[in-house]
Structure formats: C-alpha cells, structure tokens
C-alpha cells in the first residue's frame, strides 16, 4: 500500500535552506517587513474561513473548503519564505564617492555603441531592468562588479556579443 504523500512534501526535498545573504536597500527592507506584516495579520481571518467551510461536510467534495485551504497553505508559505528572506537580510549601503570600483549599491553610466545607460546595480530581488534597476547575478551586473570607470567590459548575449565603456561611478 502507498502512502500518499503532500506536494509541500515533495517539494520539501527540492527546497534546501539557503544561506546566501538578501541584498535589498533600506526601502525593499520596509516593503518586505510590511509584507509580512500584512499576510500576518490576514492569517486568522483565513483559519476562520477553513473553519467555516470545513462545517459545511464531507471534505473531498467541499470546494469552498479547498479553495481556503488552497489560500491558507499559500500564505503560510510566503509568510516562511518571507521570514526566511528576512533573516538573510544585508542592507545596500549608499556608497561614497571615494568607492572608485563598481559595487552591489553603485550606480553606473554606461557607453555602447554611441548610446549611454545608467543601471543601478542592487539584489535580486529589487531589480527591475526597465527602470535601470540590475541585479549583482545577471550577466551585465556580474561584469560589471569590481571594475572601475573607464574599463571596457564585453558580454556574451544570445543576440551577440555586446561591448560596453563604465564612464561613471556613482
């Protein structure tokens, strides 16, 4: 006879515990904490609504009460995820002007091909390429960190590769 199993379970095997620090600024600190604060405090009204429609009979054909179990078990993984994440926390500094190499808080002027780009180089989970906001893994941020202004950087795109001239640190 097999035992079944839940997916959080099977899951549960793929998902290490990480150790790698969250890079975010001050504000994504704040967005973060009041994240969780706000799926906190959501919490009870969700138990009640299991409760509720877990009166209603027999579970297997109860689809109010799937659907708030399925909204429970949800939240109970981003309040984890989110603590795991806050646990991990470092703070994006500023960086002073006397810092003369690209850093994760730096922000970067950029020269290719006759255009200028300026990114702002931060963590992961704060990037937004469409506002200038790059992450410290991605292939252009990876590239960037560590060199200084007026060094030439090449990256290997799928679309070819790409030069580019760091004319600014700020």
Request: no cysteine; proline share 4%.
């Amino acid at each position: 006879m097999r035992v079944p199993k839940r997916k959080s379970e099977e899951f549960r095997k793929y998902n290490r515990p990480d150790s790698t620090p969250v890079f975010v600024t001050q504000e994504g600190l704040e967005r973060l904490q009041s994240q969780l604060a706000r799926l906190e405090k959501e919490l009870p009204d969700l138990i009640a609504e299991v409760q509720r429609t877990g009166a209603f009979g027999d579970f297997s054909e109860n689809a109010e009460y799937q659907a708030a179990k399925y909204l429970l078990r949800r939240t109970h993984g981003r309040i984890a995820s989110l603590k795991d994440r806050l646990n991990r926390i470092e703070i994006i500094t500023a960086r002073g002007k006397h810092s003369d190499t690209v850093q994760i808080g730096s922000t970067v002027v950029l020269e290719s091909k006759g255009k200028q780009f300026i990114y702002q180089i931060l963590g992961s989970y704060e990037s937004d390429p469409a506002k200038g906001r790059i992450s410290h893994k991605s292939p252009l941020g990876e590239a960037l960190l560590h060199h200084r202004a007026g060094d030439h950087i090449i990256i290997d795109t799928p679309k070819g590769v790409i030069g580019y001239q760091i004319l600014k640190i700020q």
